[in-house]
Protein backbone atom coordinates (compact mmCIF):
# COMPACT_ATOMS: atom_id res chain seq x y z
CA UNK A 1 0.00 0.00 0.00
CA UNK A 2 3.12 2.35 0.89
CA UNK A 3 4.84 1.53 -2.44
CA UNK A 4 2.10 1.95 -4.66
CA UNK A 5 0.93 5.31 -2.58
CA UNK A 6 4.36 6.59 -3.46
CA UNK A 7 4.44 5.69 -6.66
CA UNK A 8 1.48 7.53 -7.50
CA UNK A 9 3.18 10.76 -5.71
CA UNK A 10 6.32 10.65 -7.53
CA UNK A 11 4.23 10.96 -10.84
CA UNK A 12 2.21 13.51 -9.63
CA UNK A 13 5.39 15.71 -8.26
CA UNK A 14 7.21 15.24 -11.63
CA UNK A 15 4.69 16.61 -13.56
CA UNK A 16 4.46 19.95 -10.89
CA UNK A 17 6.46 22.14 -9.54
CA UNK A 18 8.65 21.95 -6.54
CA UNK A 19 10.55 24.38 -4.34
CA UNK A 20 10.93 27.93 -4.67
CA UNK A 21 12.59 28.31 -8.08
CA UNK A 22 10.01 25.67 -9.67
CA UNK A 23 12.02 22.78 -10.28
CA UNK A 24 11.19 19.63 -10.99
CA UNK A 25 11.27 16.68 -9.32
CA UNK A 26 13.66 14.54 -11.12
CA UNK A 27 13.91 10.57 -10.65
CA UNK A 28 17.23 8.96 -11.40
CA UNK A 29 17.86 5.05 -11.64
CA UNK A 30 21.33 3.05 -11.52
CA UNK A 31 22.48 0.29 -9.90
CA UNK A 32 21.61 -0.78 -6.29
CA UNK A 33 24.48 -1.61 -4.32
CA UNK A 34 23.92 -1.11 -0.49
CA UNK A 35 19.63 -1.68 0.28
CA UNK A 36 18.10 0.70 2.33
CA UNK A 37 16.57 4.12 2.34
CA UNK A 38 18.36 7.95 3.42
CA UNK A 39 16.64 11.17 3.13
CA UNK A 40 19.28 13.93 3.26
CA UNK A 41 20.51 17.42 1.18
CA UNK A 42 23.23 17.23 -1.44
CA UNK A 43 27.19 17.02 -1.09
CA UNK A 44 28.35 17.05 -4.41
CA UNK A 45 31.56 16.06 -4.98
CA UNK A 46 33.57 17.18 -7.81
CA UNK A 47 36.58 15.44 -7.13
CA UNK A 48 40.13 15.97 -7.28
CA UNK A 49 41.59 15.93 -10.64
CA UNK A 50 45.28 15.84 -11.41
CA UNK A 51 46.49 18.16 -14.74
CA UNK A 52 49.69 17.02 -14.64
CA UNK A 53 51.50 18.50 -17.96
CA UNK A 54 54.73 17.24 -19.94
CA UNK A 55 57.66 18.22 -18.46
CA UNK A 56 60.96 18.29 -19.36
CA UNK A 57 63.34 17.34 -16.45
CA UNK A 58 67.46 17.28 -16.15
CA UNK A 59 69.16 14.59 -14.77
CA UNK A 60 70.02 16.06 -11.63
CA UNK A 61 66.81 17.60 -10.86
CA UNK A 62 65.15 14.52 -11.70
CA UNK A 63 66.49 12.35 -9.67
CA UNK A 64 65.73 14.90 -7.06
CA UNK A 65 62.15 14.73 -7.70
CA UNK A 66 62.09 10.56 -8.01
CA UNK A 67 63.89 10.90 -3.79
CA UNK A 68 60.85 13.11 -3.15
CA UNK A 69 58.80 10.55 -5.00
CA UNK A 70 60.05 7.61 -3.24
CA UNK A 71 58.85 9.40 -0.18
CA UNK A 72 55.62 10.54 -0.80
CA UNK A 73 55.33 6.69 -1.86
CA UNK A 74 56.43 5.45 1.52
CA UNK A 75 54.23 7.63 2.85
CA UNK A 76 51.27 6.32 1.07
CA UNK A 77 52.04 2.71 2.31
CA UNK A 78 52.08 4.16 6.10
CA UNK A 79 48.54 6.21 5.63
CA UNK A 80 47.08 2.62 3.73
CA UNK A 81 48.08 0.81 6.80
CA UNK A 82 46.74 3.10 9.35
CA UNK A 83 43.78 3.22 7.25
CA UNK A 84 43.40 -0.64 7.51
CA UNK A 85 44.13 -1.05 10.87
CA UNK A 86 41.70 1.73 12.15
CA UNK A 87 38.75 -0.06 9.76
CA UNK A 88 39.86 -3.56 10.98
CA UNK A 89 38.87 -2.49 14.69
CA UNK A 90 36.11 -0.16 13.85
CA UNK A 91 34.21 -1.82 11.13
CA UNK A 92 35.55 -5.55 10.43
CA UNK A 93 38.55 -8.10 9.25
CA UNK A 94 36.25 -8.56 6.02
CA UNK A 95 36.96 -4.88 5.29
CA UNK A 96 40.12 -4.14 6.16
CA UNK A 97 41.04 -6.48 3.67
CA UNK A 98 40.35 -4.47 1.11
CA UNK A 99 43.50 -2.05 1.96
CA UNK A 100 45.91 -5.31 1.74
CA UNK A 101 45.03 -4.85 -2.06
CA UNK A 102 45.69 -1.50 -2.06
CA UNK A 103 49.06 -1.99 -0.10
CA UNK A 104 49.87 -4.31 -2.52
CA UNK A 105 49.54 -2.04 -5.42
CA UNK A 106 51.49 0.48 -3.77
CA UNK A 107 54.26 -2.34 -3.96
CA UNK A 108 53.43 -3.67 -7.52
CA UNK A 109 56.32 -2.61 -9.64
CA UNK A 110 54.27 -1.88 -12.97
CA UNK A 111 53.52 1.14 -11.47
CA UNK A 112 55.99 2.64 -9.41
CA UNK A 113 58.95 1.04 -10.47
CA UNK A 114 57.38 1.50 -13.85
CA UNK A 115 56.74 5.19 -14.11
CA UNK A 116 61.03 5.74 -12.46
CA UNK A 117 62.00 3.81 -15.68
CA UNK A 118 60.07 5.43 -17.71
CA UNK A 119 60.77 8.97 -16.21
CA UNK A 120 64.07 8.45 -16.68
CA UNK A 121 64.07 7.25 -20.47
CA UNK A 122 61.98 9.97 -21.40
CA UNK A 123 63.46 12.46 -19.28
CA UNK A 124 60.30 14.26 -18.85
CA UNK A 125 59.50 15.22 -14.87
CA UNK A 126 58.42 11.73 -12.40
CA UNK A 127 54.74 13.04 -11.73
CA UNK A 128 53.82 13.19 -15.38
CA UNK A 129 55.59 10.10 -15.83
CA UNK A 130 53.57 8.44 -12.79
CA UNK A 131 50.26 9.80 -14.24
CA UNK A 132 50.75 8.76 -17.72
CA UNK A 133 51.79 5.31 -16.09
CA UNK A 134 48.74 4.96 -13.99
CA UNK A 135 46.57 5.97 -16.68
CA UNK A 136 47.77 3.05 -18.94
CA UNK A 137 47.50 0.37 -16.31
CA UNK A 138 43.41 2.11 -15.62
CA UNK A 139 42.76 1.31 -19.02
CA UNK A 140 43.92 -1.70 -19.07
CA UNK A 141 41.47 -3.07 -15.90
CA UNK A 142 38.85 -0.58 -17.21
CA UNK A 143 38.65 -2.68 -20.52
CA UNK A 144 38.60 -5.87 -18.77
CA UNK A 145 35.18 -7.92 -19.71
CA UNK A 146 35.18 -9.67 -16.01
CA UNK A 147 32.78 -6.88 -13.97
CA UNK A 148 34.94 -7.68 -10.99
CA UNK A 149 38.28 -7.32 -12.29
CA UNK A 150 36.95 -3.93 -13.94
CA UNK A 151 36.25 -2.38 -10.69
CA UNK A 152 39.66 -2.52 -9.72
CA UNK A 153 41.06 0.12 -12.02
CA UNK A 154 38.94 2.26 -9.13
CA UNK A 155 41.24 0.84 -6.64
CA UNK A 156 44.58 1.67 -9.29
CA UNK A 157 42.76 5.41 -9.11
CA UNK A 158 42.67 5.67 -5.30
CA UNK A 159 46.35 4.22 -4.68
CA UNK A 160 47.47 6.51 -7.62
CA UNK A 161 45.69 9.54 -6.45
CA UNK A 162 46.90 9.24 -2.74
CA UNK A 163 50.62 8.79 -4.13
CA UNK A 164 50.55 11.91 -6.56
CA UNK A 165 48.47 14.20 -3.20
CA UNK A 166 51.52 12.83 -0.96
CA UNK A 167 53.96 13.87 -3.58
CA UNK A 168 52.36 17.38 -4.20
CA UNK A 169 51.72 18.48 -1.27
CA UNK A 170 47.79 18.68 -1.75
CA UNK A 171 44.49 17.50 -0.16
CA UNK A 172 42.32 15.27 -2.20
CA UNK A 173 38.96 15.96 -1.01
CA UNK A 174 38.48 19.23 0.71
CA UNK A 175 34.77 19.10 0.96
CA UNK A 176 35.21 15.69 3.25
CA UNK A 177 36.25 18.00 5.77
CA UNK A 178 33.36 19.04 8.84
CA UNK A 179 30.23 17.31 9.99
CA UNK A 180 28.51 15.54 7.21
CA UNK A 181 26.15 13.42 9.30
CA UNK A 182 22.64 12.40 7.22
CA UNK A 183 24.33 14.22 4.03
CA UNK A 184 23.51 12.40 1.01
CA UNK A 185 27.06 11.84 -0.70
CA UNK A 186 26.97 12.55 -4.62
CA UNK A 187 30.15 11.73 -6.80
CA UNK A 188 31.61 10.66 -10.09
CA UNK A 189 32.99 8.03 -7.99
CA UNK A 190 35.03 7.57 -4.19
CA UNK A 191 37.43 5.42 -2.75
CA UNK A 192 37.01 2.97 -0.02
CA UNK A 193 39.47 5.17 2.27
CA UNK A 194 37.39 8.43 1.52
CA UNK A 195 34.22 5.94 2.60
CA UNK A 196 36.26 5.13 5.85
CA UNK A 197 36.50 8.66 6.72
CA UNK A 198 33.15 9.47 5.53
CA UNK A 199 31.47 6.46 7.73
CA UNK A 200 32.75 8.32 10.44
CA UNK A 201 30.87 10.91 10.19
CA UNK A 202 27.88 9.14 9.81
CA UNK A 203 26.74 10.14 6.02
CA UNK A 204 23.32 9.13 5.28
CA UNK A 205 23.52 8.01 1.65
CA UNK A 206 25.70 7.79 -1.12
CA UNK A 207 25.66 8.61 -4.80
CA UNK A 208 27.80 7.94 -7.93
CA UNK A 209 27.82 7.99 -11.79
CA UNK A 210 30.09 4.90 -11.93
CA UNK A 211 30.72 1.62 -10.17
CA UNK A 212 29.19 -1.46 -9.52
CA UNK A 213 27.98 -3.99 -6.70
CA UNK A 214 31.70 -5.36 -6.46
CA UNK A 215 33.27 -2.27 -6.17
CA UNK A 216 35.12 -2.00 -2.98
CA UNK A 217 33.28 1.38 -2.26
CA UNK A 218 29.84 -0.45 -2.73
CA UNK A 219 31.60 -2.84 0.28
CA UNK A 220 32.26 -0.40 2.56
CA UNK A 221 28.74 1.35 1.78
CA UNK A 222 27.40 -2.19 2.80
CA UNK A 223 29.23 -3.01 5.55
CA UNK A 224 28.81 0.70 7.05
CA UNK A 225 24.87 0.11 6.78
CA UNK A 226 24.84 3.26 3.85
CA UNK A 227 21.89 3.10 1.67
CA UNK A 228 24.18 3.46 -1.91
CA UNK A 229 23.21 3.82 -5.64
CA UNK A 230 26.36 3.73 -8.26
CA UNK A 231 26.05 3.57 -12.02
CA UNK A 232 23.72 7.11 -11.67
CA UNK A 233 24.87 8.61 -15.09
CA UNK A 234 25.37 13.04 -15.13
CA UNK A 235 23.40 13.04 -11.74
CA UNK A 236 26.35 15.57 -10.82
CA UNK A 237 24.96 18.12 -13.36
CA UNK A 238 21.62 18.06 -12.28
CA UNK A 239 22.46 18.21 -8.86
CA UNK A 240 23.37 21.46 -6.78
CA UNK A 241 24.69 21.70 -3.24
CA UNK A 242 21.81 21.33 0.19
CA UNK A 243 19.24 19.96 -2.41
CA UNK A 244 17.00 17.65 -0.99
CA UNK A 245 17.26 13.62 -1.66
CA UNK A 246 16.22 10.67 -1.09
CA UNK A 247 18.20 7.21 -1.98
CA UNK A 248 15.90 4.65 -1.97
CA UNK A 249 18.02 1.41 -3.16
CA UNK A 250 15.47 -1.17 -2.18
CA UNK A 251 13.69 0.22 -5.38
CA UNK A 252 16.13 1.87 -7.18
CA UNK A 253 15.61 5.32 -7.38
CA UNK A 254 17.26 8.98 -6.57
CA UNK A 255 14.92 11.17 -6.13
CA UNK A 256 15.83 15.07 -6.25
CA UNK A 257 13.58 17.93 -4.42
CA UNK A 258 10.85 15.86 -3.92
CA UNK A 259 7.83 17.29 -2.25
CA UNK A 260 6.59 17.37 1.33
CA UNK A 261 4.19 14.30 1.36
CA UNK A 262 6.79 12.20 -0.21
CA UNK A 263 9.24 13.04 1.98
CA UNK A 264 6.93 12.04 4.95
CA UNK A 265 5.77 9.13 3.25
CA UNK A 266 9.49 7.70 2.91
CA UNK A 267 9.94 8.34 6.28
CA UNK A 268 7.05 5.96 7.26
CA UNK A 269 8.65 3.55 4.54
CA UNK A 270 12.43 4.32 6.39
CA UNK A 271 10.79 2.97 9.09
CA UNK A 272 9.35 -0.59 7.99
CA UNK A 273 12.34 -1.21 6.42
CA UNK A 274 14.47 -0.73 9.70
CA UNK A 275 11.66 -3.02 11.72
CA UNK A 276 12.13 -5.63 8.43
CA UNK A 277 15.49 -5.61 8.92
CA UNK A 278 15.71 -6.76 12.25
CA UNK A 279 13.37 -9.50 11.59
CA UNK A 280 16.20 -10.85 9.02
CA UNK A 281 18.34 -10.82 12.01
CA UNK A 282 16.18 -12.64 13.98
CA UNK A 283 17.08 -16.14 11.29
CA UNK A 284 20.55 -16.02 11.37
CA UNK A 285 20.33 -18.91 13.84
CA UNK A 286 17.93 -20.73 11.76
CA UNK A 287 17.72 -23.29 9.86
CA UNK A 288 16.66 -22.77 6.13
CA UNK A 289 13.80 -25.59 5.82
CA UNK A 290 10.87 -25.14 3.61
CA UNK A 291 7.32 -24.84 5.30
CA UNK A 292 6.78 -28.77 4.27
CA UNK A 293 10.32 -30.15 5.64
CA UNK A 294 13.01 -29.56 2.84
CA UNK A 295 16.19 -28.76 3.96
CA UNK A 296 18.25 -26.85 1.48
CA UNK A 297 22.01 -25.49 2.74
CA UNK A 298 22.89 -22.07 2.27
CA UNK A 299 26.48 -21.02 2.26
CA UNK A 300 28.77 -17.97 0.85
CA UNK A 301 30.86 -17.27 -2.01
CA UNK A 302 33.94 -15.73 -0.44
CA UNK A 303 37.47 -14.26 -2.06
CA UNK A 304 39.32 -12.73 0.70
CA UNK A 305 40.45 -14.78 3.27
CA UNK A 306 38.80 -12.62 5.93
CA UNK A 307 35.65 -13.33 4.69
CA UNK A 308 35.21 -16.36 6.68
CA UNK A 309 34.25 -14.72 9.63
CA UNK A 310 30.78 -14.26 7.88
CA UNK A 311 30.30 -18.07 7.91
CA UNK A 312 29.33 -17.57 11.94
CA UNK A 313 28.11 -14.29 11.74
CA UNK A 314 25.55 -14.99 9.06
CA UNK A 315 24.46 -18.28 10.36
CA UNK A 316 25.58 -19.93 7.03
CA UNK A 317 26.14 -23.48 6.30
CA UNK A 318 29.72 -23.26 5.17
CA UNK A 319 31.40 -21.84 1.94
CA UNK A 320 30.61 -23.22 -1.10
CA UNK A 321 32.72 -21.13 -3.66
CA UNK A 322 36.56 -19.81 -2.39
CA UNK A 323 37.63 -18.29 -5.34
CA UNK A 324 41.37 -18.66 -5.29
CA UNK A 325 42.07 -16.30 -7.77
CA UNK A 326 42.70 -13.13 -5.54
CA UNK A 327 45.54 -15.46 -3.62
CA UNK A 328 47.61 -15.23 -7.30
CA UNK A 329 47.51 -11.42 -8.27
CA UNK A 330 50.51 -10.39 -6.66
CA UNK A 331 54.18 -9.94 -8.40
CA UNK A 332 55.26 -13.39 -6.95
CA UNK A 333 53.07 -16.56 -6.60
CA UNK A 334 52.34 -17.71 -3.39
CA UNK A 335 54.65 -20.99 -2.38
CA UNK A 336 52.85 -24.31 -1.30
CA UNK A 337 53.41 -22.99 2.34
CA UNK A 338 51.82 -19.59 1.80
CA UNK A 339 48.57 -21.13 0.25
CA UNK A 340 48.32 -24.21 2.81
CA UNK A 341 48.39 -21.36 5.94
CA UNK A 342 45.54 -19.27 4.10
CA UNK A 343 43.65 -22.79 3.73
CA UNK A 344 44.52 -23.62 6.86
CA UNK A 345 43.26 -20.99 8.66
CA UNK A 346 39.78 -20.63 6.52
CA UNK A 347 39.35 -24.52 7.92
CA UNK A 348 39.77 -23.67 11.31
CA UNK A 349 37.80 -20.74 11.68
CA UNK A 350 34.89 -22.39 10.16
CA UNK A 351 34.74 -25.87 11.22
CA UNK A 352 33.01 -27.97 11.53
CA UNK A 353 31.24 -26.68 8.40
CA UNK A 354 33.24 -27.21 5.17
CA UNK A 355 34.68 -25.09 2.62
CA UNK A 356 34.78 -25.90 -1.03
CA UNK A 357 38.29 -24.51 -2.48
CA UNK A 358 38.29 -23.59 -6.48
CA UNK A 359 41.47 -24.80 -7.99
CA UNK A 360 42.29 -21.76 -10.08
CA UNK A 361 40.45 -20.16 -12.59
CA UNK A 362 42.99 -17.96 -14.24
CA UNK A 363 43.28 -16.96 -17.77
CA UNK A 364 40.45 -15.76 -20.14
CA UNK A 365 38.90 -12.37 -18.05
CA UNK A 366 41.38 -13.02 -15.21
CA UNK A 367 44.67 -13.41 -16.73
CA UNK A 368 47.93 -12.81 -15.02
CA UNK A 369 51.55 -12.41 -16.02
CA UNK A 370 52.93 -15.06 -14.70
CA UNK A 371 52.12 -17.59 -17.75
CA UNK A 372 53.79 -16.97 -21.13
CA UNK A 373 50.26 -17.39 -22.45
CA UNK A 374 50.00 -15.80 -25.72
CA UNK A 375 47.16 -13.55 -26.66
CA UNK A 376 44.08 -15.09 -27.74
CA UNK A 377 41.14 -14.24 -30.52
CA UNK A 378 38.43 -15.87 -27.75
CA UNK A 379 40.06 -16.02 -24.00
CA UNK A 380 37.03 -16.86 -22.95
CA UNK A 381 37.05 -20.36 -25.02
CA UNK A 382 41.12 -20.52 -24.89
CA UNK A 383 43.49 -20.95 -22.57
CA UNK A 384 41.76 -20.53 -19.13
CA UNK A 385 40.43 -22.88 -15.97
CA UNK A 386 41.32 -26.54 -15.33
CA UNK A 387 43.21 -25.90 -19.16
CA UNK A 388 45.81 -23.39 -17.74
CA UNK A 389 46.05 -25.51 -14.96
CA UNK A 390 46.99 -28.83 -16.85
CA UNK A 391 49.23 -26.68 -19.33
CA UNK A 392 51.16 -25.30 -16.07
CA UNK A 393 51.16 -28.47 -14.31
CA UNK A 394 53.66 -27.92 -11.54
CA UNK A 395 51.71 -24.81 -10.50
CA UNK A 396 48.20 -26.63 -10.91
CA UNK A 397 50.35 -29.48 -8.06
CA UNK A 398 51.45 -26.77 -5.63
CA UNK A 399 48.06 -25.49 -5.42
CA UNK A 400 46.54 -28.83 -4.49
CA UNK A 401 49.09 -30.01 -1.92
CA UNK A 402 48.65 -26.76 -0.50
CA UNK A 403 44.92 -27.81 -0.45
CA UNK A 404 45.26 -31.28 0.78
CA UNK A 405 48.04 -29.99 3.66
CA UNK A 406 45.47 -27.90 4.69
CA UNK A 407 42.63 -30.64 4.80
CA UNK A 408 43.48 -32.47 8.43
CA UNK A 409 40.35 -31.68 9.69
CA UNK A 410 38.58 -33.36 7.35
CA UNK A 411 36.11 -30.00 6.20
CA UNK A 412 37.97 -29.15 2.67
CA UNK A 413 36.00 -30.35 -0.55
CA UNK A 414 38.22 -29.40 -3.85
CA UNK A 415 36.47 -27.96 -6.72
CA UNK A 416 37.90 -27.92 -10.33
CA UNK A 417 36.75 -25.03 -12.63
CA UNK A 418 35.71 -25.13 -16.40
CA UNK A 419 35.89 -29.09 -17.35
CA UNK A 420 34.12 -29.83 -20.18
CA UNK A 421 34.36 -33.24 -20.64
CA UNK A 422 35.43 -36.83 -18.95
CA UNK A 423 39.14 -36.11 -20.46
CA UNK A 424 39.78 -33.02 -18.67
CA UNK A 425 38.49 -34.13 -15.46
CA UNK A 426 40.72 -37.71 -15.47
CA UNK A 427 43.57 -35.62 -16.31
CA UNK A 428 42.96 -32.89 -13.05
CA UNK A 429 42.29 -36.45 -10.83
CA UNK A 430 45.51 -37.42 -12.48
CA UNK A 431 47.39 -34.54 -11.08
CA UNK A 432 45.56 -34.67 -7.48
CA UNK A 433 46.80 -38.25 -7.37
CA UNK A 434 50.44 -37.48 -8.30
CA UNK A 435 50.07 -34.73 -5.14
CA UNK A 436 48.73 -36.78 -2.92
CA UNK A 437 51.72 -39.31 -3.54
CA UNK A 438 54.33 -36.63 -3.19
CA UNK A 439 52.85 -35.73 0.57
CA UNK A 440 52.71 -39.46 1.47
CA UNK A 441 56.45 -39.42 0.39
CA UNK A 442 57.59 -36.65 2.68
CA UNK A 443 55.00 -37.88 5.47
CA UNK A 444 52.66 -35.04 5.02
CA UNK A 445 49.31 -35.94 6.94
CA UNK A 446 46.26 -34.83 5.16
CA UNK A 447 42.74 -36.02 4.62
CA UNK A 448 43.38 -39.11 1.86
CA UNK A 449 39.24 -39.02 1.60
CA UNK A 450 38.82 -35.69 0.42
CA UNK A 451 35.84 -34.60 -1.77
CA UNK A 452 36.30 -33.95 -5.64
CA UNK A 453 33.62 -31.96 -7.24
CA UNK A 454 33.41 -29.67 -10.79
CA UNK A 455 31.89 -26.52 -11.43
CA UNK A 456 29.14 -27.30 -14.15
CA UNK A 457 29.76 -23.89 -16.28
CA UNK A 458 30.03 -25.18 -19.67
CA UNK A 459 26.96 -26.61 -21.89
CA UNK A 460 28.87 -29.74 -22.44
CA UNK A 461 29.58 -30.62 -18.84
CA UNK A 462 25.24 -30.57 -18.29
CA UNK A 463 25.06 -32.54 -21.35
CA UNK A 464 26.84 -35.30 -20.14
CA UNK A 465 26.42 -34.38 -16.69
CA UNK A 466 25.28 -38.38 -16.33
CA UNK A 467 28.91 -39.36 -17.49
CA UNK A 468 30.36 -36.88 -15.01
CA UNK A 469 28.51 -37.70 -11.90
CA UNK A 470 30.21 -41.34 -11.78
CA UNK A 471 33.61 -39.37 -11.64
CA UNK A 472 32.97 -36.89 -9.23
CA UNK A 473 31.32 -36.23 -5.30
CA UNK A 474 29.36 -33.22 -6.08
CA UNK A 475 28.44 -30.95 -9.11
CA UNK A 476 28.23 -26.87 -8.36
CA UNK A 477 26.17 -24.69 -11.24
CA UNK A 478 28.09 -21.71 -11.90
CA UNK A 479 25.38 -20.01 -13.80
CA UNK A 480 27.40 -16.72 -14.85
CA UNK A 481 29.38 -18.67 -17.26
CA UNK A 482 26.66 -21.29 -18.22
CA UNK A 483 24.38 -18.70 -19.48
CA UNK A 484 27.05 -16.60 -21.26
CA UNK A 485 28.07 -19.74 -23.47
CA UNK A 486 24.98 -21.18 -23.80
CA UNK A 487 23.43 -18.49 -25.08
CA UNK A 488 26.55 -17.06 -26.90
CA UNK A 489 26.26 -14.09 -24.74
CA UNK A 490 28.24 -11.57 -23.36
CA UNK A 491 26.64 -10.29 -20.31
CA UNK A 492 28.95 -7.06 -20.19
CA UNK A 493 28.26 -6.02 -24.10
CA UNK A 494 25.35 -3.16 -23.48
CA UNK A 495 24.66 -4.22 -27.17
CA UNK A 496 23.56 -7.90 -26.97
CA UNK A 497 22.97 -7.77 -22.85
CA UNK A 498 19.48 -8.18 -23.50
CA UNK A 499 20.19 -11.75 -24.52
CA UNK A 500 21.86 -12.69 -20.95
CA UNK A 501 18.43 -14.58 -19.88
CA UNK A 502 18.68 -17.16 -16.75
CA UNK A 503 15.31 -18.13 -17.46
CA UNK A 504 15.73 -18.89 -21.10
CA UNK A 505 14.53 -22.63 -21.67
CA UNK A 506 17.74 -23.68 -22.57
CA UNK A 507 19.41 -22.80 -19.05
CA UNK A 508 16.68 -24.53 -17.57
CA UNK A 509 16.99 -27.41 -19.10
CA UNK A 510 20.18 -27.74 -18.10
CA UNK A 511 20.00 -26.84 -14.54
CA UNK A 512 17.24 -29.70 -14.40
CA UNK A 513 19.28 -32.18 -16.33
CA UNK A 514 22.44 -31.41 -13.86
CA UNK A 515 19.93 -31.88 -10.68
CA UNK A 516 18.88 -35.26 -12.14
CA UNK A 517 21.74 -36.54 -13.29
CA UNK A 518 23.46 -35.65 -10.04
CA UNK A 519 20.52 -36.97 -7.85
CA UNK A 520 20.29 -40.28 -9.98
CA UNK A 521 23.84 -40.82 -9.33
CA UNK A 522 23.77 -39.99 -5.72
CA UNK A 523 25.99 -36.84 -5.24
CA UNK A 524 24.64 -33.66 -4.65
CA UNK A 525 23.97 -30.24 -6.28
CA UNK A 526 24.71 -27.09 -5.65
CA UNK A 527 24.71 -23.38 -7.15
CA UNK A 528 27.11 -21.12 -6.97
CA UNK A 529 26.61 -18.14 -9.77
CA UNK A 530 24.64 -14.87 -9.29
CA UNK A 531 21.67 -16.30 -9.84
CA UNK A 532 21.61 -18.74 -6.44
CA UNK A 533 21.43 -15.19 -4.22
CA UNK A 534 18.30 -13.47 -5.98
CA UNK A 535 15.38 -13.53 -4.76
CA UNK A 536 13.69 -13.59 -7.56
CA UNK A 537 14.80 -16.75 -8.64
CA UNK A 538 14.23 -18.41 -4.97
CA UNK A 539 11.18 -20.34 -6.27
CA UNK A 540 12.46 -21.48 -9.01
CA UNK A 541 15.77 -22.40 -7.49
CA UNK A 542 13.94 -24.78 -4.89
CA UNK A 543 11.32 -25.98 -7.35
CA UNK A 544 14.48 -27.42 -8.84
CA UNK A 545 15.69 -29.48 -6.24
CA UNK A 546 19.00 -27.92 -5.86
CA UNK A 547 21.00 -29.17 -2.27
CA UNK A 548 22.66 -26.16 -1.65
CA UNK A 549 22.74 -22.26 -2.57
CA UNK A 550 26.00 -20.50 -2.74
CA UNK A 551 25.08 -16.94 -2.13
CA UNK A 552 26.96 -13.31 -1.48
CA UNK A 553 26.39 -13.01 2.08
CA UNK A 554 24.29 -9.95 2.00
CA UNK A 555 21.73 -12.45 0.43
CA UNK A 556 21.68 -15.38 2.94
CA UNK A 557 19.14 -13.85 5.21
CA UNK A 558 16.43 -13.55 2.75
CA UNK A 559 17.21 -16.34 0.81
CA UNK A 560 16.73 -17.95 4.13
CA UNK A 561 13.67 -16.20 5.05
CA UNK A 562 12.09 -17.27 1.62
CA UNK A 563 12.98 -20.65 2.15
CA UNK A 564 11.04 -21.36 5.48
CA UNK A 565 7.82 -19.37 4.19
CA UNK A 566 7.63 -21.29 1.19
CA UNK A 567 6.64 -25.39 0.54
CA UNK A 568 9.01 -27.46 -1.46
CA UNK A 569 6.14 -29.65 -3.01
CA UNK A 570 4.04 -26.07 -4.30
CA UNK A 571 7.72 -24.77 -5.90
CA UNK A 572 8.39 -28.06 -7.66
CA UNK A 573 4.69 -27.89 -8.91
CA UNK A 574 5.42 -24.50 -10.43
CA UNK A 575 8.65 -25.15 -11.75
CA UNK A 576 7.06 -28.21 -13.84
CA UNK A 577 4.53 -26.04 -15.04
CA UNK A 578 7.19 -23.59 -16.52
CA UNK A 579 8.57 -26.39 -19.27
CA UNK A 580 4.98 -26.55 -21.08
CA UNK A 581 6.36 -22.50 -22.36
CA UNK A 582 8.85 -22.58 -24.90
CA UNK A 583 9.00 -18.31 -24.85
CA UNK A 584 11.37 -17.01 -22.51
CA UNK A 585 8.28 -13.74 -22.06
CA UNK A 586 5.95 -16.49 -20.91
CA UNK A 587 8.63 -18.29 -18.54
CA UNK A 588 9.32 -14.85 -17.25
CA UNK A 589 5.61 -13.95 -16.82
CA UNK A 590 5.00 -17.55 -14.94
CA UNK A 591 7.72 -16.81 -12.38
CA UNK A 592 6.66 -13.00 -12.08
CA UNK A 593 3.09 -14.04 -11.02
CA UNK A 594 3.71 -16.42 -8.73
CA UNK A 595 6.80 -14.64 -7.49
CA UNK A 596 3.70 -11.73 -6.42
CA UNK A 597 1.79 -14.09 -5.04
CA UNK A 598 3.90 -16.12 -2.43
CA UNK A 599 6.71 -13.17 -2.03
CA UNK A 600 4.72 -9.95 -1.67
CA UNK A 601 4.11 -11.15 1.89
CA UNK A 602 7.78 -12.05 2.38
CA UNK A 603 10.25 -9.57 1.19
CA UNK A 604 10.21 -5.70 1.92
CA UNK A 605 7.68 -4.16 -0.55
CA UNK A 606 8.11 -6.78 -3.06
CA UNK A 607 5.55 -6.62 -5.89
CA UNK A 608 4.29 -3.07 -5.02
CA UNK A 609 3.84 -0.76 -7.70
CA UNK A 610 6.98 0.20 -9.16
CA UNK A 611 8.70 -1.37 -6.62
CA UNK A 612 10.77 -4.24 -8.25
CA UNK A 613 10.80 -2.55 -12.01
Known sequence: MMRRRLWKLLRISSKTSSGKESRRVKVFRGIPSSSGIAIGHALPLKGTGFNIKRAH???????????????????????????????????????????DAHILL??????????????????????????????????????????????????????????????????????????????????????????????????????????????????????????????????????????????????????????????????????????????????????????????????????????????????????????????????????????????????????????????????????????????????????????????????????????????????????????SGVDELRQAKAVLGEAMDELKERGTEFDEEIKVGIMIEIPSAAVISDILATEVDFFSIGTNDLIQYTLAVDRVNEKISYLYNPIHPAILRLIKMTVNNGHQNGIPVAMCGQMAGMAEYALLLIGMDLDTLSVAPSNLLEMKKIIRAVEYDKCKQIVQSSFQFNDVHLISDHFQRYNKEYLSGILFNYGKEGANE
Not at 86 to 97: K, L, M, N, P, Q
Not at 391 to 400: N, P
Open 106 to 419: VNDPNLVEKAIKNAREESVSIDYAFTETLNSLVQIFENMPDEYLKERANDLLDVGKRILKNYLGIQMAPELAGDHTDLIIIAHNISPSDMVELGKKRIGGLVTEVGGTTSHAAIMARSLEVPAIVGVSNILSEVRPDDLIIVDSNSNRVIIDPDEETVKAYQTLRREYVRYIKSLEKLRNEEAVTRDGKRIKLEINMELVNEADLVNSYGADGVGLFRTEYLFMRNILPTEEEQAETYQYISQIIYPKEVVIRTADLGGDKFISHFEVPKEMNPFLGLRGIRLCLEYKDFFKTQLKAILRASKLKNIRIMFPMI
Open 57 to 99: AGEKELEEQIVLFQKAVEKTKRELKKIKNTVRHEIGIEESAIF
